[in-house]
């Protein structure tokens, strides 16, 4: 069945650093973009970093430019995160979603998240 893992969050204090990876399995990863979300308790899900299916473009949430990079590794099927300076309101649980369109319809596959806390 279809799973992704995402892994490496934790506690981290301002203007730290953090990992973040999603492992894929059960689906054609190759195919499908994937995207970083985040949710802050009490708030809606948001987008914060997308990567086309080869890798080969990136968009990211104004908010996040230039701290936060996301890559994937076709050969793992694994996306990453590389989050920088982190601010206390980017505490949120991070997560990883794949997405294709397949004619009129997006099929969208969810991980179960995790918890990032920016905190001193």
């Known amino acids: 069945q279809v799973q992704l893992v995402e892994s490496g969050g934790g506690l981290v204090q301002p203007g730290g650093s953090l990992g973040l990876s999603c492992a894929a399995s059960?689906?054609?990863?190759?195919?499908?973009?994937m995207s970083w979300y985040r949710q802050a308790p009490g708030k809606e899900r948001e987008f914060v970093a997308t990567?086309?299916?080869?890798?080969?473009?990136?968009n990211y949430a104004d908010s996040v430019k230039g701290r936060f990079t996301i890559s994937r590794d076709n050969a793992k099927n694994t996306v990453y995160l590389q989050m920088n300076s982190l601010k206390p309101e980017e505490t949120a649980v991070y997560y990883c979603?794949?997405?294709?369109?397949?004619?009129?319809?997006?099929?969208?596959?969810w991980g179960q998240g995790t918890q990032v806390t920016v905190s001193l």
């Open positions: 059960g689906f054609t990863f190759s195919n499908y973009a």
């Open positions: 979603n794949a997405g294709r369109r397949v004619l009129t319809r997006t099929i969208n596959y």
């Open positions: 990567i086309t299916s080869t890798g080969d473009s990136t």
